[in-house]
């Protein structure tokens, strides 16, 4: 253990060197940095803003032999309650780059999915318009291939630049990406994606508006956006809607502490309060098991658990 908090403040000191004392923080509260508003702490917590420190970060944590963990906005992970040991790596700063040219978007991992769709609008290019009112990062939203309403991003990605483990630089097309359902070529390479390029199409400004007006009533009036959450909390059963077997199974409220399956949408885990994540980890068996019994289907979670209970 004390050799284990040597790494820690050598690696401290050494990512200190070059980012500010502000972007480098020991014993950070993860509730702080996930939209379920829960998360016990992380040894370190880094924010690199450009790519050169993201490289230097990375490679500065390989180094050292610290485990690392990378997120995003916190949107759809589950934090457990004793936080996270090692290196926590957000990206949710990287936000050098959103520029555009002809049809094509150049954006950082960091932007908000809502402020790129609002960006790709302005500029009068469609193709963006599902991912109005999905929550997270960029980069998060390509690491999951994020998708809503028939639209997901491996429509639109053309190419990724990510930072591998050792602090290497590398290039992706979108042929090259794996996509797939909730999924990408970067589940299984972990290696963390820093920048995106888009291609869309020119389109009229007042239909793509009207269409993210639509989504974003839509999304407003269906999901419990009032409280903290991590998104949809199970992947969509083959044949099924999850939301709907739960609600059927008679689930629409249950809670465990102040974890609470939402009644406004029973595909929702939500905070209510103050949950701790053995709360909701409780609340997610006890639904699994449920829905199985009464309908014979396994839900499997969308959302990512991390850390020690």
Request: net charge negative.
């Amino acid at each position: 253990m004390e050799m284990k908090k040597l790494n820690i403040e050598a690696l401290h000191a050494e990512l200190l060197t070059q980012l500010p004392v502000e972007r480098v923080r020991k014993q950070e509260e993860l509730k702080y940095h996930t939209t379920f508003k829960i998360g016990g702490p992380a040894d370190i917590f880094v924010e690199p803003i450009s790519m050169d420190e993201l490289s230097f970060t990375l490679k500065t944590i390989k180094t050292h032999n610290i485990p690392l963990t990378v997120i995003g906005s916190g949107s759809n992970i589950l934090v457990k309650d004793k936080g996270i040991r090692g290196a926590v790596v957000s990206v949710k700063e990287m936000m050098q780059i959103m520029d555009c040219k002809d049809q094509t978007l150049y954006v950082g991992a960091g932007y908000m999915l809502k402020d790129v769709s609002e960006f790709a609008w302005s500029q009068g290019l469609t193709g963006l318009e599902f991912a109005i009112g999905i929550p997270g990062t960029l980069g998060g939203a390509v690491f999951m291939n994020a998708g809503a309403y028939d639209g997901e991003m491996s429509h639109v990605v053309s190419r990724v630049r990510a930072v591998a483990f050792d602090g290497t630089i590398k290039e992706y097309d979108v042929k090259d990406l794996d996509f797939g359902y909730r999924h990408s070529v970067f589940h299984d390479n972990h290696e963390v994606i820093a920048e995106i390029v888009m291609t869309l199409t020119e389109g009229n400004q007042e239909a793509i508006k009207a269409r993210m007006d639509e989504l974003t009533e839509k999304r407003e009036s269906k999901q419990p956006l009032e409280f903290a959450s991590a998104g949809s909390t199970f992947k969509r059963p083959t044949g099924y809607y999850a939301g709907t077997l739960i609600e059927q199974t008679g689930l629409k409220g249950f809670s465990v502490g102040d974890a609470q399956v939402s009644e406004k949408h029973a595909g929702f885990v939500i905070n209510t309060g103050n949950a701790s994540a053995h709360d909701v980890l409780t609340l997610i068996k006890e639904v699994q098991q449920r829905v199985h019994d009464a309908h014979g289907v396994h839900l499997e979670p969308e959302v990512r658990m991390i850390g020690e209970d």
